[in-house]
């Protein structure tokens, strides 16, 4: 099948540590009221994510807060 190798993604997981994103989109939340939207996201960390999850899922606070750690 395609690049995520069939599998569903679940927009509510981050696709990096499948916990539970926070995603403002998927819990309906008014546009540009979700979490991320304040944040700045280093591109490194989306290369971080498995091939086929890109724009699909986001990453929660908890990935965001470790790779700025790094």
Known sequence: MGADNGKAIDAGRC???GRGN??????NAPSGSCWCVSEKFPPTLFELLPEGTRNRACIC???LKAHKAE
């Not at 926070?22 to 819990?27: E, F, K, P, R």
């Open 15 to 17: 696709p990096l540590c």
């Open 61 to 63: 606070q908890a990935c």
């Open 22 to 27: 926070g995603c403002g989109s998927v819990a």
